[in-house]
């Protein structure tokens, strides 16, 4: 199964990052659907039962109380100028102790560590027509503020690729302390 660690936020959150996407109706743009709007830690990838099991025991010894996240500043990847991946910035001094123990949990399980940015894609660009447009956006956007959500869980999810887009479904919840 294809698999990733997240954060999910809540549907106040996820309403107003809807309601920002609805500014991003521009050709080769596809926002993500509102459903699936998170926060990933570790993207793992495809993942067998044995390693499924494994995966939850290392996320069973995440050691972190329940924590307020921050929304906020819009960006890209991997730049303004080569546009891919439009985000929400998220912030709390939680959100890297949570990615740095799973991290080292995963690490002893064979899963490469990425540099952590924390943030919720709002869309991606296939292919962009309309630059200007984009960049106005992004400007228009860059301090915006959607507001604070409680962090209790850690979830394992699973993701199915649809020519619709994906579907996640949840494995596993590691509640916080």
Same mark, same amino acid.
């Not at 002893?108 to 952590?116: S, Y």
């Not at 962009?128 to 984009?134: I, P, Q, R, T, V």
């Given at each position: 199964m294809r698999t990733f660690i997240a954060i999910e936020t809540s549907e106040e959150l996820r309403e107003k990052m809807a309601e920002l996407q609805k500014q991003l109706a521009i050709e080769g743009v596809k926002p993500? /659907?509102?459903e699936n709007l998170h926060l990933t830690l570790h993207f793992l990838g495809e993942i067998d039962e044995v390693m499924k099991d494994k995966v939850i025991k290392g996320m069973?010894? @995440?050691?972190? !109380?329940?924590? /307020?996240?921050?929304?906020?500043?819009?960006?890209?990847?991997p730049s303004k100028n080569y546009i891919r991946v439009i985000w929400v910035g998220a912030e709390a001094p939680e959100l890297k102790q949570i990615y740095d123990q799973l991290g080292t949990e995963f690490a002893?399980?064979?899963? !490469?560590?990425?540099?952590?940015s924390p943030h919720i894609t709002l869309a991606r660009v296939k292919f @962009?027509?309309?630059?200007?447009?984009?960049t106005e956006f992004l400007e228009e956007n860059e301090q915006v503020? @959607?507001?604070d959500c409680k962090v209790d869980g850690v979830f394992l999810k699973k993701s199915t690729l649809t020519?619709?887009?994906?579907?996640?479904?949840?494995?596993y919840e590691k509640k916080l302390l």
């Open positions: 993500v /659907e509102k069973d010894k @995440l050691n972190c !109380k329940k924590f /307020e996240m921050s929304c906020e500043v819009v960006g890209a990847f002893r399980l064979g899963f !490469k560590q990425e540099q952590f @962009l027509k309309d630059k200007e447009k984009l503020e @959607l507001g020519p619709k887009g994906p579907i996640y479904e949840n494995v």
